[in-house]
């Protein structure tokens, strides 16, 4: 998805459509698909990245942000007791 023309547009109708916001993961997302539209207009110079070369800067990027974050690029609450992804009710005892 990070190659795709107007994938800000696109993230943001699946937030939108999904009704599902993830607050902690929304700044780290916009970093990237800000990196990734400035690598794919390429330089100053009129030199451009190839996609594979794209993805493989947007690749370190996220793993910096690992790295730095302590390995904290996901929702914590994600790994809470009790959360059950696939049910309507996510707190609770998985029935």
């Not at 943001?12 to 970093?31: C, H, L, N, W, Y």
């Not at 990734?36 to 800067?57: E, Y």
Request: some cysteine.
């Amino acid at each position: 998805m990070a190659l795709e023309p107007n994938v800000a547009t696109t993230l943001s109708d699946a937030v939108s459509g999904s009704g599902i916001k993830d607050t902690f993961a929304q700044p780290i997302i916009e970093r990237l698909v800000k990196l990734g539209q400035q690598l794919r207009k390429g330089s100053a110079d009129g030199s451009m990245l190839s996609p594979g070369d794209v993805l493989t800067n947007l690749t370190e990027e996220l793993k910096k942000i690992h790295v730095s974050s302590g390995g904290a690029v996901m929702n914590p609450l994600l790994h809470m007791p009790g959360m059950n992804h696939d049910s309507q009710c996510n707190i609770g005892p998985n029935v």
